[in-house]
């Protein structure tokens, strides 16, 4: 209802002091905290380091959508630089892939190709600098993908003795919280599908990823539209579905879950009222 009276600068302004914060605490976390346990990557402001990754995600795509309701002709490259810098210093592996994916994508899709070339040079030289570290990310991240892998047939095989409705919500949590032997202390396989399988079965994760489906058929409809503003943020939020259903829901943790999904129905329903917009404009 209010939608016409948002104040899309000051969204802008705070997402910026918002990043600004977080890259201040991630650099002190990586290059000065050595007081801090597990300093080797950066968290902002977050708890966790996979959320963090993940947030940093959406706030690329945020950026890209608040630049094209603003009319700004280039992205706020500076922005988008931070949250690159901070996505590395994460090392998340899964947040690499994701945000690798989106920014190689989105600059293809709008025929960025210099900066898609001295990006990748940028990177590469980053990449090299910090190859020892990256070296030793990978490999002591050996172990656990080797555990959560485990896990994760561990529960598809209670969930397999279910299949169609599964045990419940809750069920897969409560299983690994009372198998410490199992676990190893994590509560999470750090996937949602096999989470949702053995709570819900395949029923509840036919209902989970359909409405996402429509979604991503809506966004796809939306990219013929006239108005390219419209079209802009549609490939924007197509990504995003393409984000959480491809990559976050396959390396999840549970504090992830409902924030993954909120700002995808964040960016849809911005898509949907810049449409209405253009539609009412376009009538009268």
Not at 251 to 258: G, P, S
Request: aromatic share 18%; hydrophobic share 50%.
């Amino acid at each position: 209802m209010n939608y016409e009276q948002t104040n899309w600068e000051k969204v802008y302004k705070w997402v910026k002091i918002f990043i600004a914060i977080n890259l201040l605490f991630c650099l002190y976390q990586v290059f000065f905290g050595s007081g801090i346990s597990d300093t080797a990557r950066g968290s902002g402001v977050t708890p966790s380091r996979n959320t963090f990754s993940m947030y940093l995600v959406f706030t690329f795509d945020f950026i890209l959508i608040l630049s094209f309701l603003l009319n700004k002709n280039k992205f706020s490259l500076l922005l988008i630089t931070s949250v690159i810098i901070m996505e590395f210093l994460s090392f998340g592996r899964a947040g690499w892939a994701i945000l690798g994916f989106s920014f190689i994508l989105t600059l293809i899709y709008y025929r960025k190709i210099v900066v898609l070339l001295v990006t990748s040079l940028l990177t590469s030289g980053v990449v090299y600098a910090f190859w020892d570290k990256i070296i030793i990310r990978l490999q002591s991240g050996e172990g656990t993908s080797q555990h959560r892998e485990n896990m994760a047939n561990l529960l598809k095989y209670y969930g397999e003795q279910q299949p169609y409705f599964g045990y419940g919500f809750g069920w897969a949590q409560k299983f690994l919280a009372e198998n410490p032997a199992v676990s190893s202390g994590i509560i999470q396989p750090h996937n949602d599908y096999v989470r949702l399988f053995v709570d819900i079965g395949y029923l509840g994760i036919a209902l989970f990823i359909i409405p996402f489906l429509l979604i991503a058929f809506r966004c796809i409809k939306m990219l013929s539209c006239k108005d390219k503003k419209v079209k802009q943020i549609a490939f924007i939020s197509l990504i995003s579905v393409v984000q959480v259903l491809a990559f976050m829901k396959v390396y999840n943790a549970i504090d992830m879950y409902f924030a993954s999904t909120m700002m995808v129905w964040l960016f849809v329903a911005i898509l949907e009222m810049e449409y209405r917009k253009f539609k009412n404009k376009h009538l009268s």
